[in-house]
């Protein structure tokens, strides 16, 4: 059965201007323990997917809508705040870019985690704090029954990304969602914290949802991947199929203007134009004006979704086998 | 103008800056944000500048443009070594060194129409005067992709890499010959991204510019550099043209920094040994003795912590300080 399951999601916030559909209609299952990466430009809808999941939206502005949210059999949608409470943190975890503002500066690192795991578990004050050196030594933290009382400016960036890890697998959750995780941090850094993710995760065997912009980072570590665009997915399906026969006209654009540190340059190409207003939604392929393999039918008809080998599915109608070559 | 002479040198460039002094105890030490930083840039080229935040990268670039004046070393640009020259006396060489920001948002003035922050360039070096001026500016727009009727906008109504056409636009008004890129593309969508690189590089061809290019993203400083220089703690710890030191990278710490670039290709991705470093960036106020990055170096032995290891010469143009290679 699947871990997670979301089926016409869609986001929007209303607004003096008009609406926005930051999410428009996306649908996905996760089973567990699987790696799913979620990747996309700036305003895709990547994270605003991740807090509607997590009902972490403010409504009013937003408007969440779905045909179905369920997590584990709780329909997220539906549930009342109590149990969606009880869900965050013990069943679906959050870690963010800036773990400074995840952090709460006034209080130490020992009494954050402890909170979470005596609001989580049932567990005395004495057990929460064995627990939360255990779980800081999980994540690498030197002298961790010292840094219990340290706080969060004692740290560095990893360092609190280290914290912020331990505060999210503290309670065994099945899901957990790294929403640009290590991108604030430097690549020596974010090697150490995604390679710390990645075996903590397998061991405990819980999913995870990988957002991001690398290209590379969701290539070096997930199953599947979703690409967004303008609010909705347009291509998914296995790692390697989305990366090696990609069957959208803009997830091949992305992979041709991402440079690569092991080549060097034909030059880049760019994918002309700017990112559509989310405000207009268009009956037509959102990525249509900025397109160079549309053929004329992308003019008349918004693509169905199309079925490729292997799981692999995209919303294109343009036929992009000829330009495989060219990736490998 | 001496095409065979090097546009810039710099010798041993550094940059201190004091620590806020507390009520009790000494005068703790300064910051030593670039810790004697030499290198050589021939006109029409492009020097990738890398290393993690805190190295001081941007330092160095600010310090070479004299925008920080440095606490030692020269800076010598075209013959004349500006870093020994008085604020008056540098005027008519900043019209020849421009700067590119990261937000270029924020550097351009929210008040003025982009027509205005381009002919206030003009205006301060008293280019352009009369008539011709406003044919130059549609010209300069044109030069990097603008619409000649976005001059009646604001920054605000910019997206970003409009913003940053505009940014490019600007310091090219005054006709440089060398721009400092100060992680000009990072903020930047990977489609926008390259966009603007690509506009660099053609800009480059066009105007025979010299760039500076500093980020901490290693795979555009592959795509846009000819030579590079790798940076740790103030110090340049290794400099070759970008062949070598993308495919023959000596220093550890150079090869640590770049086995960490993810590369967007899952079979090439998962099948890379990854060097992984441990531990955090030292405080530059307080460096490690001998070599600076002894304390997070895989294969450190003990001679590292007692002799701050030279540049050894290890092929044309490829230095890397290191006692290790």
């Not at chain 1, 059965?1 to 201007?17: E, I």
């Not at chain 1, 440079?259 to 060097?264: L, N, Q, S």
């Amino acid at each position: 059965m699947a871990l997670l399951t979301v089926r016409g999601l869609t986001t929007s916030f209303s607004t003096d201007q008009g609406i926005i559909r930051a999410v428009n209609g996306v649908s996905f299952t996760l089973e567990p323990g699987e790696v799913l990466g979620l990747v996309g430009e700036s305003g895709s809808g990547k994270s605003v997917t991740a807090l509607s999941i997590m009902r972490l939206v403010r409504e009013p502005p937003a408007k969440v809508q779905a045909e179905l949210l369920d997590f584990e059999g709780t329909d997220l949608l539906r549930a009342d705040p109590r149990t969606l409470r009880d869900i965050r943190g013990s069943g679906i975890a959050m870690i963010f870019q800036d773990p400074m503002r995840s952090l709460n500066p006034v209080l130490t690192i020992g009494r954050q985690l402890t909170e979470t795991l005596v609001r989580h578990i049932n567990i005395d004050g004495n057990a929460a704090r064995r627990r939360a050196i255990e779980l800081l030594e999980m994540v690498g933290i030197p002298m961790a029954e010292k840094h219990l009382g340290s706080y969060p400016h004692q740290f560095s960036g990893g360092m609190r990304q280290r914290v912020m890890i331990a505060i999210a697998l503290s309670c065994n959750p099945r899901l957990l969602i790294a929403d640009e995780a290590t991108t604030a941090l430097d690549v020596t850094i974010q090697a150490q914290i995604v390679e710390l993710v990645r075996t903590l995760t397998k061991n405990l065997g819980t999913a995870v949802i990988w957002i991001s912009h690398d290209l590379g980072l969701v290539a070096g570590l997930c199953d599947r991947v979703n690409v967004m665009y303008a609010g909705r997915i347009v291509e998914t399906g296995p790692v390697r199929e989305v990366f090696y026969r990609p069957s959208h006209g803009y997830t091949i654009g992305l992979i041709g203007c991402t440079p690569r540190v092991d080549r060097v340059g034909t030059p880049l190409k760019p994918i002309n134009g700017l990112p559509p207003n989310l405000m207009d939604d268009t009956p037509l392929c959102p990525f249509l004006p900025r397109c160079d393999v549309a053929i004329p039918a992308c003019h008349r008809v918004r693509p169905e979704l199309r079925s490729f080998p292997g799981g692999h599915f995209a919303n294109c109608l343009a036929d992009l086998t000829s330009r495989h070559a060219e990736l490998r | 103008m001496d095409l065979a002479k090097p546009l810039l040198t710099v010798e041993g460039l550094a940059v201190h800056f004091a620590s806020p002094r507390t009520a009790f105890g000494p005068a703790p030490s300064p910051i030593r944000a670039v810790d004697g930083v030499s290198f050589t840039l021939a006109r029409g080229s492009t020097l990738g500048l890398v290393g993690e935040s805190g190295c001081g990268k941007s330092t160095t670039g600010y310090a070479i443009l004299q925008l920080i004046r440095p606490t030692a070393g020269r800076v010598v640009f075209d013959g004349t070594d500006i870093a020994a020259l008085p604020a008056k006396k540098l005027r008519p060489f900043r019209r020849r060194m421009q700067i590119i920001f990261q937000d270029s948002a924020a550097s351009l003035n929210p008040r003025m129409p982009v027509g205005d922050l381009i002919t206030e360039a003009l205006d301060i070096h008293g280019l352009h005067r009369g008539a011709g001026r406003g044919r130059r500016i549609r010209q300069l727009l044109d030069l990097v992709g603008i619409a000649s009727h976005l001059a009646e906008r604001f920054p605000h109504e910019l997206s970003g890499g409009q913003a940053q056409r505009i940014a490019i636009c600007r310091a090219l008004a005054v006709e440089p010959e060398l721009i400092v890129c100060d992680e000009a593309v990072s903020a930047l969508d990977l489609s926008i991204q390259a966009q603007i690189v690509n506009l660099l590089q053609e800009l480059q061809r066009e105007l025979g510019l010299t760039y500076i290019f500093i980020s901490h993203d290693l795979s555009v400083v592959r795509h846009i550099s000819d030579e590079v220089a790798v940076m740790y703690l103030g110090r340049i710890v290794e400099t070759a043209s970008r062949q070598r030191i993308f495919d023959a990278a000596a220093h550890p710490y150079s090869r640590a920094l770049l086995s960490a670039v993810p590369i967007p290709d899952p079979d090439v991705e998962r099948a890379r040994e990854r060097i992984i470093l441990s531990g955090d960036l030292p405080s530059p106020a307080n460096p490690p003795s001998g070599c600076r990055f002894r304390t997070r170096c895989p294969v450190v032995i003990e001679a590292c912590a007692a002799k701050d290891p030279p540049a050894k010469f290890l092929a044309p143009g490829h230095f890397a300080a290191c006692l290790r290679v």
